[in-house]
């Protein structure tokens, strides 16, 4: 396949030439005429027209680079119901007025993946607008959000990850799949999101704030974040049963999620 233009490390482009893989894809979800489909950096449009044979009864490509979005308007220039938006998806993903049900494909530029993804999870409205995404991550960064405590993978990515979203992993990809060729392998990750959360919290971005501050210092015990968190009532941890000698990632997703609820109501 040859490039309109050399790919941008601003913009972390590698894309998806393997027609095996983006079958494989595909297969992950069921497409059909009742779906609307939503691609996060659709590049040269190889999953794109993909998904565009699955007959969704809508598609939205989201393109930031303004060439590929040009030449994504030659491509599918008959296609009906596709609309090709030229935005940054962080912009998109904060509107207001999406439909329903969306269908979200994203092989995600590699810089901000882990960006986009914190913002699907933190959206205040729940259960959100998609039904499911299905994501190509670096594998390094799909190892993050599937680790399992007392790991060294395990951490901030992994306790948000986790919070909202069902996660199932599908296959690991060669980096000889893309072009340019990545350093890395990729993992495909799918997400559904949990319609009854027993871990509820007014501002999702609380839980942001305890997994910052906690496992800012990974190595050392967790006493001393845990008292810049509650230094105004460390009494409302009692009930945690915390063992402030352990550090970060010996804590469970469950205990995360519970220090974020108290922390919540020490906000008032």
């Known amino acids: 396949m040859k490039l309109l233009q050399k790919s941008k490390k601003s913009l972390g482009q590698n894309f998806l030439i393997d027609k095996n893989i983006i079958n494989k894809i595909l297969k992950v979800v069921k497409v059909n005429k009742n779906n609307t489909v939503l691609e996060i950096g659709s590049g040269y449009g190889n ?38 938006i030229n935005e940054d998806v962080l912009n998109f993903i904060e509107k207001k007025n999406l439909e329903k049900n969306i269908i979200v494909f994203g092989n995600l530029p590699y810089n901000i993946s882990t960006k986009i993804l914190a913002s699907l999870i933190t959206l205040k409205k729940w259960p959100p607008w ?11 960064v799909a190892d993050r959000i599937l680790a399992k405590n007392r790991t060294k993978a395990y951490g901030r990515l992994t306790v948000l990850s986790n919070w909202r979203l069902e996660i199932t992993k ?6 000889n799949s893309f072009i340019p060729r990545p350093k890395v392998n990729s993992t495909l990750l799918s997400f559904r999101p949990k319609k009854n ?44 049963n ?13 205990t995360y999620y519970k220090i974020a609820t108290h922390y919540e109501k020490l906000l008032g």
């Open 170 to 175: 599908h296959f690991d990809v060669s980096k």
């Open 242 to 254: 915390l063992n402030l000698n352990v550090r970060p990632e010996e804590l469970s997703n469950e």
């Open 47 to 84: 999953l794109t027209k993909a998904i565009t044979t699955m007959q969704p009864r809508k598609l939205i490509a989201i393109e930031k680079d303004k060439k590929l979005f040009s030449f994504l308007n030659n491509q599918f220039a008959n296609y009906k119901n596709m609309k090709i």
């Open 130 to 140: 998609y039904q499911v995404l299905v994501f190509m991550f670096q594998k390094e």
């Open 197 to 240: 959360n027993t871990y509820y919290l007014k501002n999702p971005k609380n839980l942001e704030i305890v997994t910052r501050v906690l496992f800012s210092n990974r190595r050392k015990m967790i006493n001393k974040n845990i008292k810049k968190l509650f230094s105004k009532n460390m009494s409302i941890l009692k009930n945690l």
